[in-house]
């Protein structure tokens, strides 16, 4: 169990742009001094979004790794859900998933669909 | 007293970076009364605001997580979140120290706090000042209670920081206003984010605007795995709301707005309290 040493990473490098520049050049070095499985590199290397919300990753630290990738908000709010259909539910942490995988929670309004975030 | 301003607002990043996502009458509608907020605000003429927000992993993380924290620095610098992405351009916010200092030394007297001379603010400080303080020009005490790695403080040391931030601007000669950000129900950054129980909102505004001790830390409604069923792991951010109740020693609340905004997460909220009715 090491979602705290998946967090702590994610937490460094939000929060250090000289850490982001180093993680863009060479992700696997940086990587490299933290307590991770090889599940846990893969899920952050790749980025899969899915997969570290399934391990338990607060969104509240994940959405900005996904803003740090370009990922669109509603695209990482559906890599989430495609992240559930795929491996199963959150194995731990606060952020489980609450609603229906097809539910329409919080639709863009009709005025500013195609506009860009 | 010192105490010139209370009052509670939602701080969730969308209400500025996914503006342009929203129903623009509602979201109109609630810039107004952001704004308005505001204005309210910077008439009563405060030496500093204290913002109470709960963080988001921007300074403080499980490795030495502090239930309530304050800052104590000249300036700070935010957001710390991309700017585009939060549509708030990054900037120096001015802090006062010495103003710090002395309201941290007051408050200890009643609640056992960190201090930081260092602190980067997220959403949770900027997206209320960019509605608030518009031109950064009034200093900021940032605060922050934990709401976001449990274990969590209970309630009622959220209630108690409150009347200890209350006994430090009595003890001040500055004029200080507090401001809670948060909240209410909302499952933010999550594949829920955009659910929002507005009845529970109302409910809790409801107990908020009548100040009412024993209805804001009833321990059925409010325990952490009611809250998390609830109002989602955004829901304990109602500690911020409390502690500005606390502060307000009684007085009565008004609520300018609140009305659910999906694409924001929240239902989206500006309350105050009237401090002449204390
Ligand atoms: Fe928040």
């Given at each position: 169990m090491t979602l705290y040493a998946v967090q702590k990473f994610l937490y460094e490098l939000n929060r250090t742009p000289a850490m982001q520049s180093a993680y863009t050049a060479d992700r696997h070095a940086v990587l490299?001094?933290?307590?991770?499985?090889d599940e846990e590199v893969a899920a952050l290397v790749e980025p899969d979004i899915g997969k570290l919300f399934h391990l338990g990753v607060n969104g509240q630290i994940l959405m900005h790794f996904a803003a740090f990738h370009q990922i669109e908000w509603q695209d990482y709010l559906q890599r989430m859900r495609d992240g559930i259909a795929t491996y199963g539910p959150v194995r731990e942490g606060v952020y489980a998933m609450t609603t229906g995988?097809?539910?329409?929670i919080a639709p863009v309004h009709s005025s500013s669909k195609g506009a860009s975030s | 007293m010192s105490l010139v301003f209370a009052g509670v607002c939602s701080h969730a990043p969308g209400i500025t970076g996914r503006a342009h996502m929203a129903d623009p009458d509602v979201r109109d509608r609630f810039y107004e009364a952001f704004r308005q907020m505001g204005d309210d605000l910077r008439a009563a003429k405060p030496d500093a605001v204290v913002i109470i927000a709960a963080e988001h992993f921007a300074n403080f993380f499980m490795n030495n997580m502090p239930s309530f924290a304050i800052g104590m620095a000249d300036s700070y610098e935010g957001p710390i979140e991309d700017p585009g992405w939060l549509g708030i351009e990054r900037r120096q916010v001015p802090g006062n120290r010495d103003i710090s200092q002395r309201f941290i030394t007051e408050v200890m007297k009643g609640s056992d706090i960190a201090y930081a001379e260092e602190w980067k603010f997220d959403h949770g400080i900027m997206v209320p000042l960019h509605f608030l303080t518009p031109d950064y020009d009034i200093p900021v005490i940032p605060v922050n209670i934990n709401?976001?790695?449990?274990?969590l403080a209970p309630l009622e040391r959220a209630w108690a920081f409150g009347e200890s931030m209350r006994r430090a601007c009595e003890a001040m000669p500055e004029r200080i206003a507090i401001i809670g950000t948060g909240g209410i129900s909302h499952w933010p950054a999550?594949?829920?984010?955009?659910?929002?129980?507005e009845a529970w909102d109302l409910d809790f505004m409801d107990r908020w605007c009548r100040n009412d001790k024993d209805a804001l830390l009833d321990a059925d409604a409010y325990n952490d795995l009611q809250v998390y069923s609830d109002?989602?792991?955004?829901?304990?951010?109602i500690r911020t709301y409390l502690t500005v109740s606390a502060a307000a020693g009684g007085a009565q609340g008004v609520v300018h707005f609140c009305e659910p905004i999906p694409i924001f997460a929240v239902s989206c909220t500006v309350a105050t309290y009237d401090l002449a009715s204390a």
């Open positions: 490299e001094p933290f307590d991770l499985n995988l097809d539910d329409v | 709401c976001q790695g449990p274990p999550t594949p829920d984010s955009g659910k929002i129980n109002a989602g792991q955004g829901g304990f951010e």
